[in-house]
């Protein structure tokens, strides 16, 4: 449903701050640094390139083991996949548990920008996508709406659920700013 143009229940965001939001969320649900940074990474592409991603990721704030399995554990297991097609030609990538598309996206990206094929994810697949294995090997195979999409995001923004938004923002609160901000604060 559309009014004056906008879809209902959405709003317009730029990616940078899809991507520093679930990275505070991320780090408040208790992850690295580093993982924070992948898993916000991962979302943020997911959204742009597939839409509904940080919905699922905030489904995953609320049970540490799903946030653990999906947003850290899952990118590790396609990494190691990646490795093993080099050595070999292909290999399978059994995720620890079925896992959002939000938590793949820029890793499958990434795998395919150098050059190998990762299939496994359907063509109408959304970040709420569950997956619980990928093939990675063979030429890779761009999606020509990942470019597109991307391109136009960063020029116009992107489309998030309101709900997801609000819910990831409140989650955030618990993250601590820096005092270098406070004090450059003039209240």
Do not use: W
């Not at 991507?19 to 649900?29: E, F, G, N, Q, S």
């Not at 590790?76 to 896992?99: C, F, Q």
């Not at 993250?175 to 209240?187: G, K, M, Y």
Request: net charge negative; with cysteine.
């Amino acid at each position: 449903m559309t009014e004056g143009g906008n879809t209902v229940g959405t709003v317009l965001v730029a990616p940078r701050e899809v991507l520093d939001l679930v990275y505070r969320c991320a780090r408040v649900a208790g992850l690295d640094t580093g993982s924070a940074d992948r898993a916000a990474r991962n979302v943020t592409a997911a959204e742009v390139g597939y839409g509904s991603a940080l919905g699922v990721f905030c489904q995953a704030l609320g049970d540490s083991g799903t946030l653990k399995q999906s947003f850290v554990d899952g990118p590790d297991v396609l990494a190691i996949a990646e490795v093993k097609a080099r050595l070999s030609g292909s290999a399978e990538a059994r995720l620890p548990a079925p896992t959002p598309v939000a938590a793949l996206a820029l890793v499958v990206d990434e795998i395919r920008g150098r050059g190998l094929g990762v299939s496994g994810i359907p063509d109408d697949a959304d970040g709420c996508t569950m997956v619980d294995r990928l093939a990675v090997g063979g030429p890779a195979q761009l999606r020509t709406v990942d470019s597109v999409a991307h391109t136009a995001a960063s020029r116009e923004g992107v489309r998030v659920d309101a709900i997801a938004l609000n819910q990831a923002t409140e989650f955030a609160h618990g993250f601590l700013v820096p005092e270098a901000i406070l004090d450059a604060a003039e209240i």
